[in-house]
């Protein structure tokens, strides 16, 4: 089994679609990091200096608007001498107000970055993790080269097996650079700016991290055992394009007030998160605006996560024990 896993670790590793998702997921880390270092730089004297001279420039605009249209600006100009209304222009119009106000940034913070850009870099992870597990499997269905490999190693599980794993552990391993590269700008950004963390923050981000390796390699898994299953690529990617939006209509419709608990999307958040509120649209949350959100754990996420691929897993091993492989 080990020779079995090696040799499907080097195929995957040959494979040229497979190499640009895993660059492309470090890629992707690296420039959302970026992106969030930039918007919550801190304010410098330079920007201040360049912000004043902005807003007085506005200002000196505003108040030559004002005078020469003031009827514009609310005063009745019948009442008013031109000294009287270039005296209120000023104080209406040339006030610039605070810097602070003028070029405003959001603060870095652990907590909104997990719950925002943190969670968007493991959902791209996801996504990048079901195209590898897609591509994997469907090129051998695609070149016909599966009964090729059955000829050498006839236990079709054991071929199964080591297909699974070595796409588990190659997404496993890219979600954890790929989030140890997101995670670690952001912990030296933080001891650069001398960033004040709360209690439990930087623990809570590592478990969420860890949690989000684990969602990014079981997407991966399931992608291929997908694949393996409808034995087409793009079969593959049709189903999980339906179950990600179809699937919320769907539910929709059948459950009503408490889809949401079932979405896929829900759970992902929840089971990354360690908890996520979702929102009940009943008559009696419309009615008294009471009980319009609910919590939904990680664990009853995790649940339900595992059963969902573990459905598809089953489904994929007796199918490809079972059917004929041409």
Avoid at 20 to 36: C, D, H, K
Avoid at 53 to 74: K, L
Avoid at 115 to 125: K, M, N, R, Y
Wanted: charged residues 20%; neutral net charge; contains cysteine.
């Amino acid at each position: 089994m080990v020779h079995l896993l090696h040799a499907e670790i080097t195929r995957l590793r040959w494979r040229r679609a497979v190499v640009a998702l895993l660059v492309l997921a470090l890629v992707v880390p690296a420039v959302v990091l970026a992106g969030t270092l930039w918007e919550t730089r801190p304010i410098t004297e330079a920007d201040r200096t360049q912000a004043r001279a902005e807003m007085e420039a506005t200002a000196e605009q505003s108040v030559r608007d004002c005078i020469a249209s003031p009827r514009d600006w609310g005063f009745r100009v019948k009442d008013l001498t031109p000294e009287e209304i270039a005296t209120r222009c000023e104080k209406r119009a040339g006030n610039v107000g605070e810097v602070e106000d003028w070029i405003y940034r959001p603060a870095l913070t652990i907590r909104e970055t997990r719950e925002g850009v943190g969670l968007a870099v493991v959902t791209i992870l996801a996504l990048l993790a079901a195209l590898i597990g897609t591509t994997f499997a469907g090129h051998d269905w695609a070149t016909g080269s599966m009964g090729n490999q059955l000829l050498f190693e006839s236990r079709r599980l054991r071929v199964w097996a080591a297909k699974f794993a070595a796409v588990v552990a190659a997404t496993g391993v890219m979600a954890l650079l790929g989030l140890g590269l997101f995670w670690g700008g952001i912990w030296v950004a933080a001891e650069m700016r001398d960033l004040a963390v709360g209690p439990n923050q930087w623990w809570w981000s590592v478990t969420a991290a860890a949690r989000g390796v684990v969602l990014v390699a079981g997407a991966g898994g399931a992608a291929y055992a997908l694949t393996m299953l409808l034995r087409s690529t793009v079969g593959a990617l049709g189903v999980i394009i339906g179950a990600s939006i179809g699937s919320s209509v769907l539910l929709a419709v059948v459950l009503g007030a408490t889809a949401s608990r079932w979405m896929i999307g829900t759970n992902a958040f929840a089971f990354v998160l360690g908890r996520q509120e979702y929102y009940v649209d009943s008559e009696e949350c419309w009615r008294t605006g009471e009980g319009c959100t609910q919590l939904l754990t990680g664990p009853q996420a995790a649940v339900y996560l595992a059963a969902l691929v573990l459905v598809v897993v089953v489904g994929s091993m007796l199918s490809f024990r079972r059917r004929d492989v041409p």
